[in-house]
């Protein structure tokens, strides 16, 4: 899905938007929507595609899409959120608010770490991955999942490097549950999506 934002602009100005958009090529197998909005109301939209490829289903101006890491991106409003709240700082270590993990990393790795994909931490969940596939649906929780993945050695001192690492954001769940007593979820529907009015996006 592509979303094209502008503040207001004329009715001219609207129709030359939207026929610049109904110009776009996209690729064969490109399934999404299109839309320009102005003045937080959608001026024009292009259905491309298929919703459904089995059913020959198309896309329609309703059709739900995952979006898939963009997700982190609300988790981190949530935290911040949490941090607007005096509830977590983004400083501390994440040892403050996950006791249990590995002391000599969880007392080095800050929050703002997890957020910026810089904590070092090894990616022992991602690792996994191929020989466990089972573990891209699974039902564990966050604070079970922290557990069994979240003892590795750090690859560089916090801060220094990047890495786009999964264990990063399973970690940032479980201190969001641990700090709400909520499911993910469930704290950030609560904290983000509802108050901006989301109320046809969830968590698959």
């Known amino acids: 899905m592509a979303l094209v934002g502008a503040t207001r602009a004329s009715g001219s100005s609207a129709r030359a938007k ?3 958009i ?8 490109f399934n999404g929507v299109f839309a320009y909005a102005s003045a937080g109301r959608i001026v024009h939209q292009r259905m491309v595609g298929l919703a459904d490829i089995e059913d020959r289903r198309p896309v329609t ?3 739900r899409f995952r979006w898939g890491s963009a997700t982190k991106w609300l988790v981190s409003v949530a935290v911040l959120r949490l941090a607007e709240q005096g509830r977590l700082s983004l400083d501390a270590p994440i040892a403050h608010y996950l006791p249990e993990v590995r002391r000599d990393t969880g007392d080095r790795v800050r929050i703002v770490h997890l957020l910026s994909n810089t904590s070092g931490l090894s990616d022992l969940l991602t690792r996994q991955v191929p ?3 089972g573990l891209r649906t699974s039902r564990a929780t966050a604070k079970a999942m922290v557990a069994r993945f979240g003892d ?3 690859m560089f001192v916090p801060g220094t490097g990047w890495d786009y690492a999964a264990l990063n954001w399973v970690i940032v769940a479980a201190i969001v549950e641990r700090l709400t007593g909520e499911a993910l979820p469930r704290a950030v529907s609560r904290l983000v999506l509802t108050p901006l009015g989301m109320t046809d996006t969830g968590f698959d």
């Open 18 to 20: 939207g026929r610049a």
């Open 131 to 133: 020989r466990e596939p």
């Open 152 to 154: 590795g050695d750090l």
């Open 61 to 63: 101006a309703v059709t």
């Open 22 to 29: 109904n110009a776009i090529t996209v690729p064969p197998a």
